[in-house]
């Protein structure tokens, strides 16, 4: 199962907005909206900020927003703070009951 | 509180095997998926698998078949992954994470992961 390709870094400075895109296949984002982002400052524990391409889970800002086109998934982030300084890594539903992530984007707040 | 606590550090010799354990708290054991993946230094996150505790099913991800064996002791609320025939390749952190039954895949809440490293 071929990883999804994530940009490796982005950056933007506080309150710009940034997007971070996820492009899969066919067996995958393209056909499944099972596209999930995870924030994950090292040494702590991934979190998760957007399933199902669009929904927020409870507690998470509505800075952060997901979408998809095709292939190709995105997270959005606006208002940019220093607080979301970290890597972010989308990860998707691939067919045979099985996930797949991106290689991983690291996110800088300038 | 909800959580999954996992095991302590590990150090291997190639061609040994590892466990780790990931036990989970808060809320209904066999109400979730657990799913394992791993980060190996310098690169991002891989699937591993995933085990379900309701119905004693497991599926594993190709890297991983032949080599990686996950069970679970409903009666501590806790899964096991291990991994056998180890290379320097597999030194990584292991993180259990926790999907809600049904058609979801998305994860959750995630433990704090486990460092296994592989040397000789």
Redesign the interface.
């Known amino acids: ?1 071929s ?1 999804l390709t994530q940009p490796a870094s982005v950056s933007g400075s506080p309150g710009q907005s940034i997007t971070i895109s996820c492009t899969g296949g066919n067996r995958d984002v393209a056909t499944y909206n ?1 596209v ?1 982002w ?1 924030q ?1 400052h090292p040494g ?5 900020m957007i ?2 391409v669009t929904k927020r ?1 409870s507690g998470i800002s509505n800075r952060f927003s997901g979408s998809k086109s095709g292939n190709t998934a995105s997270l959005t982030i606006s208002g940019l703070q220093a607080e979301d300084e970290a890597d972010y ?1 989308c ?1 998707s ?1 691939a067919s045979s ?8 984007t690291k996110l800088t707040v300038l | 509180q909800v959580q999954l606590v996992q095991s302590g550090a590990e150090v291997e010799k190639p061609g040994a095997s590892v466990k780790v354990s990931c036990k989970a708290s808060g809320y209904t054991f066999t109400s979730y998926y657990m799913h394992w993946v791993r980060q190996a230094p310098g690169h991002g996150l891989e699937w591993m698998g995933m085990i379900n505790p309701s119905a004693g099913s497991t599926r594993y991800a190709e890297n991983f078949q032949g080599r990686v064996t996950m069970t679970w002791d409903t009666s501590t609320s806790t899964v096991y992954v291990e991994l056998s025939s180890l290379r320097s390749e597999d030194t990584a952190v292991y993180y259990c994470a926790r999907v809600a039954l049904g058609p979801f895949w998305h994860l959750d809440l995630w433990g704090r992961g486990t460092l296994v490293s592989v040397s000789s």
């Open positions: 199962q990883a099972l999930s995870y994950h702590k524990a991934p979190k998760l399933y199902e889970p890594y990860c539903y009951s099985s996930l797949v992530f991106g290689g991983g």
